[in-house]
């Protein structure tokens, strides 16, 4: 694939840096733990000019099998973070992010490590860290995030930032929406979506009056496309609009689907929230190409009429915008524990580019930076 139109591409923020004595798990949680990851971030420009990365820290146990048992980090609203043991000849370990429970006669996982937010304050151009803002942490405070919390996404509306959550827990997978005045202290407003959706991004304007969001309801069971179509059953990304940002009402038409003469012929979903350019709306998001255990994640992009973003004016569906780049990574790469993934969960405009923030690897927040012209129609 050739990338000459990406003017710079670093990584920014890295396992390395974050502190664990800062952790929320420390208070109560007795297992050393380490950082598995800190990756997938949010992007906004808060007021002062700088951005703001709201980074997933995945922390993960040191010794997750003992006594020939494997252990997840769980959240107990009683008493805090603790760990529980599964049989390890019931379980199936061969995805490095979660585990499979064979106990049970339907398909159950436990995951291999447990998230919560740090945001992470840049420069202006996102080429130095300013500020780490440990006392700004969102960990979990509700069952329903009992297993953490995934993948923010954040979009500015309404002179405030707004931002989903994906959360975890054994009661349902849902997705949670924060607001805050400042980008850096959130109120929780509760759970939007409960229908196992995990990539939930929302226009960053109103459209005829109304809020608008990218969504991707996930299922165990999908019914076979014709032979005739052009699309692979599975998740695909639908369009909801609200009233209010809190009831969400699906669309009745499908929205983008999974392309038979695509690479991505796995999966795709949402990756950053919908910026309005002079051309339309653009959104990047994810495909995934079925390929090994988990598959291989890139970077695709789709422009959306300004006022009917159900029309697609322009997608590259079939040319990746990005791609796992191993150089990115030789620095970490002794932590290195998947391949070929590029996750991309934020944007902002500087100047006459867009600054692009993505997770590299489940490892590292990445950094690319490309013309706004590129996007054009």
């Known amino acids: ?37 800190a990756f997938n971030p949010g992007l906004c420009r808060l ?53 499979t429970i064979n106990a049970y006669k ?18 202006e151009d996102a080429t130095a860290i ?96 014709p032979p005739v179509s052009l699309y692979h059953p599975g998740p695909g990304i639908q369009l909801s609009s609200s009233p209010d940002l809190l009831h969400w009402k699906p669309s009745d038409h499908p929205f983008i689907r999974a392309n038979k003469q695509s690479s991505s012929n796995s999966k795709i979903g949402g990756g950053t929230q919908p910026v309005l350019t002079k051309d339309g709306w653009l959104m990047l998001y994810h495909g995934v190409e079925n390929k090994g255990e988990v598959g291989v994640y890139r970077t695709y992009w789709a422009l959306l009429d300004k006022d009917e973003p159900t029309k697609i004016l322009k997608q590259s569906e079939h040319q990746p915008l990005l791609e796992a780049n191993a150089e990115l990574t030789l620095a970490v790469k002794q932590k290195i524990y998947l391949n070929d993934i590029v996750f991309t969960t934020g944007i902002a405009m500087h100047k006459d580019d867009f600054i692009i923030a993505s997770g590299e690897l489940d490892l590292a927040c990445r950094i690319t930076k490309i013309s706004q012209d590129y996007f054009s129609i």
């Not at 139109?5 to 670093?10: F, G």
């Not at 798990?25 to 990851?37: F, I, N, P, R, S």
């Not at 980090?73 to 000849?89: H, L, M, P, S, Y």
Request: charged share 25%.
């Open 106 to 123: 339907f398909k159950v996982l436990a995951l291999t490590s447990l998230s919560w937010l740090l945001p992470v304050e840049l420069n």
């Open 47 to 99: 007021k002062n000019g700088n951005l703001l990365l709201m980074v997933r820290v995945a922390e993960a146990l040191k010794n997750p099998v003992v006594n020939d048992k494997v252990h997840a980090i769980r959240w107990d609203k009683e008493q805090g973070f603790v760990t529980d043991g599964w049989n390890i000849a019931d379980t199936n370990m061969r995805d490095p992010r979660q585990f």
């Open 130 to 225: 300013n500020h780490i803002h440990y006392d700004k942490i969102i960990a979990p405070k509700f069952t329903s995030q009992e297993y953490g919390i995934e993948d923010a996404r954040i979009s500015f509306i309404d002179n405030r930032y707004c931002m989903t959550t994906c959360c975890v827990s054994s009661e349902r997978h849902s997705t949670m929406l924060y607001v805050s005045d400042d980008g850096l202290n959130y109120t929780c407003l509760g759970i939007v979506l409960d229908h196992q959706n995990k990539d939930m991004l929302l226009f960053e304007g109103k459209i005829n009056n109304k809020y608008y969001a990218l969504t991707r309801p996930l299922g165990e069971c999908y019914f076979a496309s």
């Open 1 to 37: 694939m050739s990338s000459d139109y990406i003017k710079s591409d670093t990584l920014i923020f890295s396992p390395d840096d974050v502190d664990l004595s800062f952790s929320p798990m420390h208070q109560t949680l007795k297992e050393g733990t380490y950082v598995l990851g």
